[in-house]
């Protein structure tokens, strides 16, 4: 039987893992992080701030950059981080980047008594992309509003759209409970009581409506709302394992913010390793074709316990 979760009894997470995958991604140093590429896994590394911010926002560049009448191209993008949405802006302006044949996914929305929330609700992802990033676009550059693509509760024409154009990149952060976008690790419940499901069947899930782990719900309270976990909606719809195949490249951003040191090497492990378990959502991953991983070198972090 596998162990029970030790901060959430009722869900699978990552602390139901064998206690050898846990050290063993504890002792990774920088530099055994970089070692971990392997075909179709990538490690990259940024020495400041200002580069690795620059670099995720080239992505919705270069891939927009590759959007035509005969192949309309786009970009899927997290909220988490966000510090990269106004350089995208800036960019596009001063190259002149004409949008009109380009496409971007929206990753997730809060869902709040059975409705995706209202644009203008505080922590709404989509008022943030828009605020930070479409917005700040210039208007005869913009791409056609039907081109951008937001999850909602009823989610047929969220997933329609990703038939429409390629997804050149998929962009992410990582989150505590070791998920891309929304997709949590599930509750421990029958019949996933003794093991948790399949990676075959977590692979078949579409976009659609999830509960959040207690985890996530700390998590974007400390980083969202100054801890106020109670302002925190406790569904939200996301972005599947379905959809996320669909995109040519899967591009996690880390700079030490939103998972810990230990979360952003556990996942490396498990991906370099192909360890795959569906309580650590984001090592199914290593199951994907093109996927990277981008660490700011300073937000990395160290495993070593130290009194503060």
Sequence with gaps: MRA???????????????????DDAARLTPDDLMG???EGFQVVFYDTLEDFYLAEALEYVHAWQEASDSNPSGICGPI???????????????LELDLRHAHFWGMDEWVIDGKEVPDNFPLGFKMADMKLCFDRIRPDLRMPEENLH??????????????????????????????WAFNDPPRREEPYLEEPPPAQEYRELTTRVVDLHPMTLIQNARTSGGGVVQNVPTQAV???????????????????????????????????????????????????????????????????????
């Design 150 to 179: 937001f999850p909602a509760v009823d989610t047929r024409a969220y997933i329609e759209s990703w038939t429409q154009a390629r997804c050149v990149t998929m962009q992410g952060g990582q989150g505590e409970v070791k998920h």
């Design 238 to 308: 996301t972005v599947g394992p379905v959809e996320t195949w669909r995109a040519e490249k899967v591009s996690i951003w880390q700079a030490g913010n939103h998972d810990n040191a230990f979360g952003m090497r556990l996942t490396a492990l498990m991906i370099s390793n192909r360890i795959i378990d569906t309580s650590v959502p984001m090592s199914l991953l290593a199951d994907h074709p093109q996927v990277q991983f981008n660490y700011y070198r300073h937000g990395i972090g160290s495993c070593e316990s130290e009194m503060h």
């Design 36 to 38: 971990l590429s392997r």
């Design 80 to 94: 988490g981080p966000t510090e990269q949405l106004p350089l995208v802006a800036r960019l596009v302006n001063a």
């Design 4 to 22: 029970r979760s030790i901060v959430a009894p009722d869900w699978w997470d990552y602390t139901t893992l064998d206690r050898e995958i846990l």
